[in-house]
């Protein structure tokens, strides 16, 4: 069974940047594609980011396009999420999550990790 650490969330100012961190045992983590989700408090927990198992296929939220980068290094068992001019609306608990089949589909992440809060205020 996968277990996931994930690390990096905190405190930031508009416009700053965040790397978060998710870090998996308990299996290949090249047998899996990634994603990271997110859900802000009142709202139901949405997608953000994914990527392939070889990480040649990424995928993107359009409200993060361009200011996300999701990343993995399977040497190290970790993924990464890159998030740069964050706004206040990216504020919310973001969440790593696998899947054994295609990252293209939400409902196919089967196993998450605990989350870490990101927040962005001035």
């Known amino acids: 069974q996968l277990q996931f650490t994930e690390s990096g969330g905190g405190l930031v100012q508009p416009g700053g940047s965040l790397r978060l961190s998710c870090a998996v045992s308990?299996?290949?983590?090249?047998?899996?594609?990634m994603g990271w989700f997110r859900q802000a408090p009142g709202k139901e927990r949405e997608f953000v980011a994914g990527?392939?198992?070889?990480?040649?296929?990424?995928r993107y939220a359009s409200s993060v396009r361009g200011r996300f980068t999701i990343s993995r290094d399977n040497a190290k068992n970790t993924v990464y999420l890159q998030m740069n001019s964050l706004k206040p609306e990216d504020t919310a608990i973001y969440y790593c999550?696998?899947?054994?089949?295609?990252?293209?589909?939400?409902?196919?992440?089967?196993?998450w990790g605990q989350g870490t809060q990101v927040t962005v205020s001035s």
């Open positions: 999550a696998a899947t054994s089949r295609s990252i293209w589909y939400n409902s196919y992440y089967d196993s």
């Open positions: 308990g299996g290949t983590v090249d047998h899996y594609g």
């Open positions: 990527i392939s198992g070889g990480g040649g296929v990424t």
